[in-house]
């Protein structure tokens, strides 16, 4: 409040509204110090206690998500002495996998759960788009 008092008495500046994050402390002194005057929220702080709710259930998901994929090492090792190119093929996938679980976005804006989700079924169609032609090399 300090800070808000010290800015209506030194400058000759007419305050028509305040934007914060929406602390009880911060609205606590724009309530006291400028208590005719509006006050937001921030747009990104806004959605992202809308989005709450949202957020805990994508996180949740992603949570479950990667359970389904546990044991990428074990699979890696046990292909160490197949032939060497499909164990490349493997790794790869392997790594893709890897590579989308460490993937999280940026919260509140990007869902990683969902994402997620998406990149595991286009490994997955990319599997079997490979095993089709592993198995049936000639159309």
Known sequence: MALLLEVINTLDVPIDGVVSDGQQSIRKAVRVALPKVAHGLCHYHYL????????????????????????????????????????TIIEDYCSAVRSSITNDGHPPLEAS??????????????????????????P
């Open 113 to 138: 759960g969902l994402k997620l989700q998406e990149n595991f079924t286009l490994i997955e169609q990319s599997l079997g788009r490979m095993e089709k032609k592993v198995l049936y090399p000639h």
């Open 48 to 87: 992202k206690e809308a989005i709450k709710p949202i957020y805990e259930a994508d996180r949740h998901a992603k949570k479950e998500l990667k359970k389904k994929v546990r044991g990428l090492r074990d699979i890696e090792r046990s292909v160490a002495n197949e032939d060497k190119d499909l164990a």
